[in-house]
């Protein structure tokens, strides 16, 4: 009962009756829960699932051919995973990390690609493209952040997004220190040492991940 309430504040869902999606759930899904930390999909893994987020948090990188790892997104309860490549119908080229005690529910993709006929198919494939076009304007303004031209406007860049995001100068951020510094693309002592310098400038304030922004902000 709690999974089905979480589905149905789920994008994918939206307008389908709670008959519509028990239909769905028995024919297309299954749940996976995972009781410790691992990588639930690889790069080149076929794209046969994707997903959503029931509990815990699912990650998702990028490792480049000299290991060096890029954090694209950190996704929690209710939120879609995996959905772009099934249906380009390519396989994974990013890795899903789930944390420890995350449950998934993962969905066939013969229920997007397939174009079986079942209630509610037609909503299902509407809701799918705008959590496309979504994730598309969540990529552009991934961009526009690590397009900075210094370490320290892309901070800022990130801080005043999710200031604009809660409608606070006070807010938490998704990530620890080293998640941060692998979503910006940086090196975490280099990281550390902006946002003190920020601190000490009293442009913000800061303690683990609670920001408080100031006034005077200059890049």
């Not at 709670?18 to 749940?31: G, H, Q, R, W």
């Not at 079986?116 to 552009?140: D, H, R, W």
Request: net charge positive; charged share 25%.
């Amino acid at each position: 009962m709690e999974n089905f309430v979480i589905l149905k504040s789920c994008p994918l869902f939206e307008q389908l009756t709670d008959s519509e999606i028990a239909a769905f759930l028995k024919k297309y899904t299954k749940v996976y829960r995972s009781e410790k930390e691992e990588y639930l999909f690889l790069p080149g893994d076929a794209a046969i699932w994707f997903g959503v987020v029931l509990s815990g948090a699912v990650y998702i990188e990028r490792t480049d051919y000299w290991g060096n790892r890029e954090l694209l997104n950190k996704l929690c309860t209710g939120r879609i995973f995996g959905e772009t490549f099934t249906v380009c119908k390519k396989p994974f080229s990013v890795g899903v990390k789930l944390e420890r005690n995350t449950a998934v529910l993962l969905i066939s993709t013969a229920a997007v690609t397939k174009r079986e006929p079942f209630s509610g198919a037609e909503k299902i494939a509407k809701n799918l493209m705008t959590v496309l076009a979504a994730k598309n304007l969540q990529l552009n303004e991934k961009l526009q952040l690590i397009a900075g031209r210094t370490l320290r406007e892309r901070v800022l860049n990130y801080l005043s997004s999710q200031a604009q995001k809660s409608d606070s100068a006070d807010f938490f951020i998704p990530f620890n220190r080293q998640q941060l510094a692998d979503y910006l693309a940086v090196d975490r002592s280099a990281l550390s040492a902006v946002l003190s310098k920020l601190q000490a400038e009293g442009i913000l304030d800061f303690h683990k991940n609670r920001f408080s922004l100031k006034h005077g902000i200059s890049k």
